[in-house]
């Protein structure tokens, strides 16, 4: 593959940058133009429509009326395992696949988590967040013949809204047995997908970006949602999209006619026990599939789309993955979780089911609350795969970190205001070392576990920073840190070809949704942050080199809530159980 390189800043008139992405490009150099052109900077932001237009306001609920629908229990509030122990792999009683724990496993995962009322409008909220709660991430899963869902293996569609499963093809035996042979005893599939208009709608051609983090953040409440369950969740991360279309009905012109199409995001693997990652894949084309009966058609998401942002489709079509190559990465280097945690965490605040079904974003934050260095340490170290390849979410994908964090400490005791690093790959360290500006002071922060690699860049208050690069979000400022995810773009588009674009995105959201059930179990808060300023973040570390990025940012702290929400059930039909 040919080594492509980041352009100068984009300086583009308006004019220019309505044009579509070159087409003689390689899906590399794609994505680079594609990521140049969306970044939002202080006098310009990523092209978008301005307003919102409500007439075609898209609806956040996918369904298939003609397919049969199965009713999941809605399983009894106060499950009691505690929050820690979803780390502490192995120590989770392994549940029997079952109506029941399939259900509890999209609770987890997908379902919603609440509906808020405010001056006549109601919206609800997911275990899985979404920027601009705007939800493009569909879920999907091949299930066994089971008791009370169904007497056949069969591919369903997850529906929120109802906590309802739609059956969308039924497999014979034979395809089942084969499209599982790979796999151990006990095993089924889950799958992602994305409706871009969801997202385009509201924040343009910036949108792909967004679909991308959501994906990631979905990957992590799965990979959450198996471990409450005593159960492993790996990615299949060689699987090509067609295969993904082909296996969750995607690719069906009839079935989706005019409604808005999906685009293929990814397949995991759920088992009782798992191989390591990057050593399990798919059988393609999957066996069985085209052949099976399909039910269901698509519902329009809305009346009609006043405008198409045709870059979105440009660096989807770059980024597809044509099913070659599996990743496979030491991380025999990484620490264990004794040097990362000092005392591994066996105790706790939170059970799991209120981390998992209370978690919100900060709409504000009150800018006092402060945290301790042992909470801010942990949070940390909750970031990073360990040596014995256990630790949870990581050891659902097979890929080392490629997101690092930069991070805008406000408030934690006992360590000074400023500028911190965390390489989350040891080894590249000297890489960002390189990378960041010459007068940093890379001291090593010394009072954190041996394991940990933090280190402070440059003290100083720089709240009013933090804020400004976050497109002037008070967010950023008033919490007790926030962050940039900076990734070593260049380099894993070099490695790993276009596709990984969207690996760097759900990396960056699976980092994101560890940091905000850890801000559940601290008693704070956190928000994920996709406006940002991408410039000013990389001048913020002093980077200057553009084979490097920034992905996404968070805040944690102290939240302020808004007391003129009114907060509903998420099931009516919960109270009448
Ligand atoms: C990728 C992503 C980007 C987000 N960007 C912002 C942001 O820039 N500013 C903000 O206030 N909230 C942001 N949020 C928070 C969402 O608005 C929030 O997740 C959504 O409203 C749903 O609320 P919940 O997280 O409480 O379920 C973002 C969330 C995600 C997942």
Partial sequence: MASVRFPLPATGSPAQRARSLDADASPEEVVVAYHERTKHHVHRYAASLGTMDWATQPDPFRRYPGADVVRLPLPKPGRMLPYWQLYATGSVPTEPLSLESASLFFRYALSLTAWKRFQGSTWSLRANPSSGNLHPTEGYAVLPAIAGLGDA?????????????????????????????????????????SVHWREAWKYGERAFRYCQHDVGHALATLRIAAAALGWRLVLLDGVGDASISELLGLSREDDFGAAEREEPELIAVVAPDLPPTGSLSLIEPTPGCARALWQGKANTLSPEHGIEWPVIDEVAQATRRSGTGRIT?????????????????RQGLLTAEKAVLGRRSAVAMDGSTAISRATFFRMLARLFPTRDGRSMPWDAIPWRPRIHLGLFVHRVD????????LPRDPERLAALQEVMRREFRWQPVTTCPPGLPLYLLQEGDCRAMAAAVSCGQDIAGDGAFSLGMIADCMDSLNTYGAPFYRNLFWEAGMVGQVLYLEAEEAGIRSTGIGCYFDDSVHEAFGIASREWQSFYHFTVGGPVEDARLTTLPAYSFQEEQ
């Fill in 153 to 193: 293996p069969a591919v369903y569609h997850y529906a929120p809204r109802e906590h309802v499963l739609e059956r969308r093809a039924i497999l014979d035996a034979k395809s089942w047995t084969q499209l599982l042979a790979p796999f151990p005893e006990g095993s089924f599939l889950v799958g992602l997908s």
């Fill in 329 to 345: 990465e030491d991380i025999a280097g990484f620490p264990t979780e004794v040097e990362l945690f000092g005392t591994p965490i």
């Fill in 414 to 421: 006992g360590l000074p205001p400023g500028l911190y690093a």
